[in-house]
């Protein structure tokens, strides 16, 4: 059975950082993607930052270019997420989401397997 765990999430001010992790078990996804999606109240899902293992390729959205950063490491079968200068408009709940197929896939719907999200909340 594939899991994916996140973890890091908690309440920090503006300004401030957080470090994202997600620990996939169950299928190595060291040659496919895994990627950070984000969905405030009453928003829709959003794609934040996905990276491709086959090439190292990521994607950022533009409301967290220069301040987020994803990372991972295939051996662990770990995504990671570094959250710098957090603003207000950064609270959401965070989920990781991974597929076996490589390439930078931006939309939700193309993602197989999903972690249980994890709150982040900046107060301002």
């Known amino acids: 059975q594939v899991q994916l765990v996140e973890s890091g999430g908690g309440l920090v001010q503006a300004g401030g950082s957080l470090r994202l992790s997600c620990a996939a078990s169950?299928?190595?996804?060291?040659?496919?993607?895994m990627g950070w999606f984000r969905e405030a109240p009453g928003k829709e899902r959003d794609v934040v930052a996905v990276i491709s293992w086959s090439d190292g390729s990521t994607y950022y959205a533009d409301s967290v270019k220069g301040r987020f950063t994803i990372s991972g490491d295939t051996a662990k079968n770990t995504v990671y997420l570094q959250l710098n200068s957090l603003k207000a408009e950064d609270t959401a709940v965070y989920s990781c989401a991974a597929k076996s197929d490589r390439g930078l896939i931006l939309s939700a719907a193309n993602y197989g397997y999903w972690g249980q999200g994890t709150q982040v909340t900046v107060s301002s």
């Open positions: 169950g299928r190595s996804f060291s040659s496919g993607t």
